[in-house]
């Protein structure tokens, strides 16, 4: 295991996927965190960057026993500063940040395979890199050497003589720098000594033999489906793990997309085998969405309703559960635990040493479900990222269609018609989205695109169809390319692929005559539009 320690760079959870992607478990902790209250002995720590300047009077700083664990450490940006701070170094603090790409000239110290060039071996003289810092080393600590330099950091990368500590200025994290991921490996794998023993078909036996532990012999499971992949994944787990005494529950709130409970349904329970009920609640939603404009509002009344009615269906499978448990016979017990599909990024979040960072939407899923009814928690992804979900996805067979998914917000469609929410508005943006999503799979550029979705303005505009006007609403289409979804930039169509969805949409879409295509980057503007 590699301890990343994070200093709430924005970048952190990103050295945490790097480190996965060579198949190294790491576990990111906030800096604060106390070594003996560590679950495990790291091979390696990295520490990250930080908005921080190690001179702020508030500024994160770590045990310094981490110096003395014997242990290889990579210090990044932030990270450096704090080492060469912690190790008698001089960091200068700077005004003004330097903020994107530079050219990194790699320093060949000693011939050979010398530690002190373990970083860089093998990667050349010189990387593309990408630099977001404001203070930077400019006196290194004893007994280090500088091991790489730019044109306005003399001391961009440096190694220890004779310890495995080194610190890099740069962010090898983010794909902006290109060999990025390379540097991480050389520092897991040759420096820290790290196998590559971390995968999915190793992670599904374990999880399946925790499961059942956890479980026991009796006692049944219930969790919510969205009809995406991570519930789609966990759901799949429990069934292998615990077979019938899970049960799914979807519940169709009335602004999903078109078919779409048909569609779960038929995968979920007729494919793969899933104890799943589908709840048609959406009379329910729509009446209480009724005449609401306001998008917090609108996800905090799907927030509750969801709430009230999954309760609602869990009532009665503990009722019969009850029932069952009376009669005897083999009876498969009382409803004990809750699945949740938490994913790391989550846990991250709620870890984080300042808090969790502010929200600028509500998220609103299933948190504080179920209070009354005392359930347990059981979350078989909270160790694993999106893309390991896929991974896993996959190996449980379930269809790539679904694997491959785009992410779909709780709150639906009613996040995407831009006034208040009828069927009528959800049956036009369920037809437009169809088609767009239809003809973005025709064009193969589905998996190229990280989020598409289509969204109904409520304004009309005038159009002409024959001899006669029309005036009618108008559908902005969405497409994003995006790591994390912190940041998202808006994707390139080739230009007949949006002539062919504008032409099908105006054509086959009663009410709408305009079709736009959002060309806004994240940030300013956010995925979604509300
Ligand atoms: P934004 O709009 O915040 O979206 O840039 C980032 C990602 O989050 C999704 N999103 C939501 N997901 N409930 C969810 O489950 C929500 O209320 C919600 N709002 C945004 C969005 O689809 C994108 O993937």
Redesign the pocket.
């Known amino acids: 295991t590699i301890l990343i320690l994070d200093f709430g760079s924005q970048y952190s959870h990103l050295i945490t996927r790097r480190c996965r992607e060579h198949n190294v478990y790491a576990e990111l902790q906030p800096c604060t965190v106390k070594l003996a209250d560590l679950h495990f002995k790291p091979k390696g720590i990295i520490l990250s960057g930080s908005p921080y300047s190690v001179y702020d009077n508030d500024s994160p700083h770590v045990d310094s026993a981490v110096f003395e664990l014997k242990v290889p450490i990579l210090g990044i940006c932030y990270g450096l500063q704090e080492m060469a701070w912690a190790l008698k170094g001089k960091v200068e603090r700077s005004d003004h940040r330097e903020y994107g790409f530079a050219q990194l000239q790699i320093n060949k110290i000693h011939d050979g395979d010398s530690p002190v060039d373990a970083l860089f071996r093998g990667l050349g003289e010189e990387m593309q890199v990408w630099m977001s810092h404001g203070d930077q080393l400019c006196e290194i600590p004893p007994d280090f050497h500088v091991i790489a330099h730019t044109r306005t950091a003399p001391f961009a990368a440096v190694a220890h003589n004779t310890k495995p500590f080194y610190g890099i200025q740069f962010h090898p994290e983010v794909t902006h720098s290109l060999r990025g991921k390379e540097v991480i490996g050389r520092f897991i794998l040759d420096i820290c000594g790290c196998r590559s023993n971390w995968t999915m078909e190793e992670f599904i036996g374990k999880e399946i033999a925790r499961i059942r532990e956890i479980c026991g012999p009796k006692g049944r499971v219930i969790g919510a489906i969205s009809g995406g992949v991570d519930s789609t994944v966990a759901a799949k787990l429990m069934h292998e793990a615990i077979g019938d005494r899970f049960h799914a529950i979807m519940v169709d709130n009335g602004v999903l997309r078109l078919n779409e409970a048909q569609q779960v349904y038929e995968m979920l329970n007729k494919n793969l085998g899933i104890n799943l009920t589908v709840v048609d609640a959406s009379d329910l939603f729509l009446s209480r969405l009724q005449d609401i404009e306001d998008p917090e509002k609108k996800?905090k009344i799907i927030g509750n309703t969801f709430i009230n009615v999954f309760e609602e269906e869990a009532a009665k499978i503990e009722a019969a559960a009850d029932e069952e448990e009376k009669q005897g016979a083999d009876a498969k017990g009382r409803v004990e635990w809750l699945l949740q599909g938490t994913l790391y990024p989550d846990v991250i979040e709620s870890i984080s040493f300042k808090g969790p960072s502010a929200t600028?939407?509500?998220?609103?899923?299933v948190g504080g479900l179920l209070k009354d009814m005392k359930l347990k928690l059981i979350e078989p992804l909270r160790e694993l990222f999106k893309d390991e979900v896929r991974v896993l996805g996959r190996l449980l067979s379930i269809p790539a269609p679904l694997v491959q998914r785009?992410?779909?917000?709780?709150?639906g469609l009613a996040?995407r018609i831009l006034g208040p929410v009828t069927r009528e508005q959800v049956r036009i943006l369920q037809q437009a989205d169809n088609i767009y999503i239809e003809e973005i799979r025709n064009a193969g550029l589905y998996d190229e695109i990280?989020?598409a979705?289509a969204v109904l303005l409520p304004v009309r505009a005038v159009g002409v169809m024959g001899d006669a006007r029309t005036y009618e609403q108008v559908i902005a289409l969405r497409a994003v390319q995006?790591e994390d979804?912190?940041t998202?930039d808006w994707y390139v169509f080739p230009a007949e692929v949006l002539r062919r969805i504008s032409s099908r949409i105006t054509n086959e879409v009663n009410g709408i005559n305009r079709v736009t295509y959002d060309i806004s980057s994240?940030p300013p503007?956010?995925?979604?539009?509300?």
């Open positions: 996800r600028i939407k509500t998220h609103h899923n785009h992410p779909f917000p709780g709150p996040i990280s989020q979705f995006s979804f912190m998202a994240k503007a956010t995925v979604e539009w509300l």
